[in-house]
């Protein structure tokens, strides 16, 4: 099986169009403090399972008090167009800003030009162009004679970022939002493959921007019956809401005559009323992501709201490995890196960006470099004349807090660790070997458990970001051995039992998974993986018992949560076994449908039209079996 989803970590779509996107240099976070854990013994063998207790969970972490009352549960959304009746000025210079455009509907008088290529790699055709009022992608295999062997095409819905950088697009297939492999890129003004597809093979339509993708461009969007990767958007880009808290109480409060009182207005938050914190807080919610992320027992992604603390919420990991390498989302955790920050009591990222303005180009440079003087008073290390022949604007930010190439190819963003930055540039392929992990955030208000637990399931997600089957084998390993802590000591919550039934089929113990997954799948849990998890194990393991009822089922529930080419070809494969010929090859065309350049699809479409006696088919499904095989890399063989 290819695909297990991880907690929530959100996808490179919110990354890869947030402003102002920065790298993460983990050698700057000595400050850091590891959770206070028992070391994990360097060769232990996997967790003994199966003595697990049956403890008390204890209760959730308490999310710790603010004076604005709208961060209650009571408190509800209203929308930026409210807002802007009485703000209208503030409503009118925040449209001018990046922010207003991370997410939009498609105007085909502000998308760039069509354009079609030939991806190398694949030897997929691509095209862009207009038809009607609508915005096509298309996505092409041709044959050895010139005929095409598979094509999809579809509508876009949604376009996603400034344009500044790029602007990525979304459709909507069967009820769910899926990212295009299109990506237009400003730097080379140019189509291409979006960040993450450029290889022999790729997800075409199928990769779905989930909840933990959207939530960051758009002001406000609800899962359908809690479910992640069914999306309403209710206000389609950021908006007042998304750092003021939500607007319900300060909209009733003004519509009722009455003298003005005194004292601050704690219907609505102001963020510069707030500590540094909590400032820093509604920025990191988006523009800080480790390298695994962590939601707390009983939080959901849309639970934090403004004036709150974000560690109440979730909690982010990083790798103690030193890079230079930029990714794309570490604005916050390269601030926090800087000198500047830890010798400050006040910086933050307000400090040079306002949310509602942003200096025109020919201002930046000065504005930025005010900011500077503000703590600097024109004080730098260098003579003038040196500082010029650099740079002959005298740019305190081009030297200490350069541009700097990303992990995602046509990116290059600048660094937000001030300071003296190397001259050797990026490395370009970091390692991932070191497995050690460490939260950005102060944790010691969670009690050890939690601890145990947060840093299993990052764990858990850190695996699949391990280049060799070893530092993956290692990450799973410590998730397994953390995760059996926590829920011997009542923590089994739907996330940790679902990660640790994956954990367990990973080797091949099915009775453990089962109990597991079942336990799981039993469990309430909005805006999580675990639902999906928990059900992929489940009809995993009675189609191979042989329980095709069960698994009938259980993958009729999965399909239903996600769309997966893998869960139609597993449903496939199950019917085939049964004996149900026509019913595998329903299966296997929708899974050629949510993914069209799979060759192993069209293989098993090829085979079971043999056996029904459809040779004309059989033919056809091979030959584009055979072309698709032709630009494939070899399957991973550790799963």
Not at 90 to 112: C, F, K, Q, V
Not at 228 to 234: D, E, N, Q, T
Not at 351 to 374: G, L, M, V, W, Y
Not at 479 to 491: M, N, Q
Request: charged letters at 25%; hydrophobic letters at 35%.
């Amino acid at each position: 099986m290819r695909r297990i989803a991880k907690n929530h970590r959100p996808h490179w779509v919110v990354v890869v169009l947030t402003i102002g996107c920065l790298a993460l240099i983990v050698g700057g976070f000595r400050w850091l403090t590891p959770p206070q854990l028992d070391p994990l013994p360097a060769n232990s063998p996997p967790a003994d399972q199966s003595a697990l207790e049956d403890s008390a969970e204890p209760p959730p972490v308490p999310i710790r008090p603010t004076r604005f009352l709208n961060a209650a549960a009571d408190a509800s959304y209203v929308g930026s167009e409210v807002c802007a009746g009485c703000h209208a000025s503030e409503h009118a210079s925040y449209l001018l800003t990046a922010h207003s455009r991370a997410l939009g509907n498609i105007d085909l008088a502000t998308e760039p030009p069509d354009g079609q290529f030939t991806h190398a790699k694949t030897g997929r055709q691509y095209r862009v162009a207009r038809s009607g009022d609508r915005l096509w992608h298309r996505e092409t295999l041709v044959g050895k004679q010139g005929q095409e062997l598979v094509s999809v095409e579809h509508s876009v819905r949604h376009v996603i970022g400034s344009g500044h950088h790029s602007r990525s697009y979304l459709v909507e297939l069967d009820g769910f939002l899926v990212e295009s492999p299109l990506t237009w890129y400003a730097t080379n003004a140019s189509w291409g493959l979006s960040p993450g597809y450029d290889r022999p093979q790729h997800d075409s339509f199928e990769r779905v921007a989930d909840h933990g993708c959207v939530t960051c461009h758009v002001g406000n969007a609800s899962m359908m019956d809690g479910n992640r990767y069914r999306l309403k958007i209710l206000e389609g880009t950021i908006g007042c809401e998304s750092c003021h808290g939500p607007g319900s109480l300060h909209v009733a409060k003004q519509r009722v005559p009455a003298p003005v009182a005194a004292g601050e207005d704690l219907t609505i938050v102001q963020p510069v009323h707030l500590g540094r914190d909590q400032r820093e807080a509604i920025c990191a919610r988006c523009h800080m992501r480790g390298a695994a992320s962590v939601l707390l027992r009983g939080r959901q992604l849309d639970d934090f709201r403004p004036g709150q603390r974000l560690e109440d919420f979730r909690i982010d990991f990083v790798s103690t490995m030193t890079s230079e390498m930029m990714k794309v989302v570490g604005h916050v955790e390269q601030m926090r890196a800087s000198r500047c920050f830890q010798k400050s009591d006040s910086l933050t990222c307000t400090t040079c960006h306002d949310p509602h303005t942003a200096p025109t180009s020919d201002q930046r440079i000065r504005f930025f470099r005010d900011k500077c003087n503000e703590c600097h008073h024109e004080h730098c290390g260098l003579p003038p004349a040196q500082r010029l022949a650099a740079d002959r604007h005298d740019n305190c930010v081009g030297c200490h807090m350069p541009q700097r190439p990303t992990n995602l190819p046509h990116f290059a963003f600048t660094h937000h660790r001030i300071g003296v930055h190397s001259t050797a540039g990026a490395d370009p392929s970091p390692g991932r070997d070191d497995v050690e992990l460490v939260p950005l955030s102060d944790v010691s208000h969670l009690s050890p458990l939690d601890r145990q637990r947060g840093l299993g399931l990052a764990y858990f997600e850190y695996a699949d970001h391990q280049v060799t089957a070893e530092g993956r084998r290692e990450c799973l390993r410590r998730a397994e051995l953390l995760l059996t802590s926590a829920a011997k000591g009542g923590l089994r919550d739907a996330d940790v039992l679902a990660a640790l039934a994956v954990l367990a089929w990973h080797r091949d113990d099915l009775p453990q998974a089962e109990r597991f997954a079942t336990e799981a799948a039993a469990k309430h849990a909005p805006g999580s993986h675990a639902p999906a998890n928990a059900r992929l194990v489940l009809a995993d393991i009675e189609m191979r018992r042989g329980d095709r009822a069960a698994a009938e089922q259980s993958f009729a529930q999965l399909v239903q949560l996600r769309r997966s080419s893998d869960d139609w070809v597993l449903l496939g494969r199950l019917r085939e076994t049964a004996g149900d010929l026509s019913g595998a090859i329903e299966a296997f065309r929708r899974a050629a449908a949510i993914h069209p350049f799979r060759s192993e699809v069209y293989r098993l479409l090829s085979v079971n039209c043999t056996r029904l006696g459809d040779a004309d088919a059989a033919r056809k499904y091979q030959e584009i079996a055979e072309a698709l095989s032709e630009n494939e890399p070899a399957p991973r063989r550790d799963r």
